[in-house]
């Protein structure tokens, strides 16, 4: 996992949570480290309407497992406890389960952006591509943050 110095304005992104090696990352570490995949998408957006763009970028699961999750990759019910959440700097953010893009469950094909129709996202930040959605809700863009957890719900009180 790279650990980058960040110069000053240029957008990062944390990824935390529930992982061995936390990192800040660039749009230009995304472009560098890991294999680029490309997605075509339409999504609808409630505001403007259908919206088609070309992305590229790294597997978000690609990316996270280089950061070392918690979990026993082997054991698939453990896997799928774990909830990823991804954070814009406007304070718009979303969720997945891990399961939806685990290849042993729903194995979406979810991207971290580094290009959005075929211009670098370096100075914006990444962008989340949901090729899988049907609305544009969860293609949060100028990315600050991804996270990994588990989901440990309480047990229901006594009422
Ligand atoms: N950071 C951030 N990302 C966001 C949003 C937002 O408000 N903030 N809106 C989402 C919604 S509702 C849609 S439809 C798409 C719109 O993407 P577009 O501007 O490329 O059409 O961005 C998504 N990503
Ligand atoms: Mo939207």
Known sequence: MTRVKVPTGTKCFHLHGNLSRPAVLTVVDLAANWEQHRAEVTFDCATNGPQRHVFEGPLLRDVVTSAGPAFESRQRKERS????????GDGHGTMLSWAEIDPDFGNAPVLLATALDGRPLDDHGTQLVVPTDRCGARYVSAVTGVWL?????PLPSAF
């Open 81 to 88: 406890r774990y909830v990823l959440a991804v954070h814009g």
């Open 149 to 153: 957890g588990r989901c440990e719900p």
